[in-house]
């Protein structure tokens, strides 16, 4: 709410010669126009999530087993980054299942083995280093990447302008509208901002080699492409 309030109130600020009186806008009619500014960016953080899936007779050694992948997984993702201050990683969503099987002859079932399955979450500014993290967490035996995705944080600097942009192109829009009609713009309605991001390039998933040995022969290919910042701006003007 607080970037929200703050955006409308520069929207305003940026549109300082228009005003109305409340005893006349009852007489006035009133257009709406939709504007919208864009600009490309190169991302500056990328998020990973990386899966261990391991699977025994005994519970106890399926988890244990997991663990150890795991930990070990992190420790060296932690080496490869340990430059990015602002990275982060973390352990979610640990399930331990056990799998069934079927008797054919009594269609019976019973726990046939039982698998532990561990995410790990990556968060990095360093975003050149993604396929090497990815080669790093299958040399060390990594299940599955689940996902890859590459985000725009602190858009602030962008979005006012991209917010400017777009209501100027608005007001450019109502006054050529208004001079169509022979009006004039004399005051604004409403008007509304929506600042949001697209990445174009969506997120890539990938499973792991089937052995640690493939990813050292070439290096994982990943493009992080660029996000769409969009401003977009619905507003009402007071024609007369």
């Known amino acids: 709410m607080k ?24 007489n006035m009619g009133y257009i709406s126009v939709n504007a919208t500014e864009t600009k490309e960016i190169v991302p500056n953080t990328a998020n990973i999530i990386f899966s261990v899936e391991t699977t025994d007779v005994d519970s106890k050694r399926a988890s244990e087993r997991n663990n ?3 930990s070990k997984i992190i420790a060296a993702l932690k080496e490869e980054l340990k430059s990015d201050k602002n990275a982060n990683i973390q352990t979610r969503n640990f399930n331990l299942r056990p799998n069934y099987k079927t008797n054919k002859n009594t269609d019976e079932t019973s726990i046939k083995n039982y698998t532990a399955v561990n995410s790990i979450v990556v968060k990095t500014t360093s975003v050149e280093k993604v396929s090497s993290l990815i080669d790093i967490a299958i ?33 450019y829009l109502a006054d050529k509208t208004a001079l169509s009609l022979k009006q004039k713009v ?53 024609v007369k």
């Open 3 to 26: 970037k929200l309030l703050m955006i409308l109130a520069f929207a305003f600020l940026a549109l300082p010669c228009l005003s109305t009186n409340a005893e006349t806008v009852k």
């Open 68 to 70: 150890q992948i795991t």
């Open 139 to 171: 040399k060390n035996n990594v299940s599955n990447v689940n996902g890859v995705s590459f985000t725009l944080e602190n858009q602030d600097q962008y979005a006012e302008e991209l917010s400017s942009q777009a209501i100027q192109k608005a007001k």
């Open 186 to 238: 004399v005051g604004i309605k409403s008007i509304r901002i929506n600042v949001y991001q697209q990445n174009a390039n969506g997120v890539r998933l990938y499973k792991a080699a089937s052995s640690p040995d493939v990813a050292s022969a070439n290096s994982t290919p990943i493009e992080s492409g660029r996000i769409q910042l969009n401003a977009s701006v619905d507003a009402e003007f007071y």
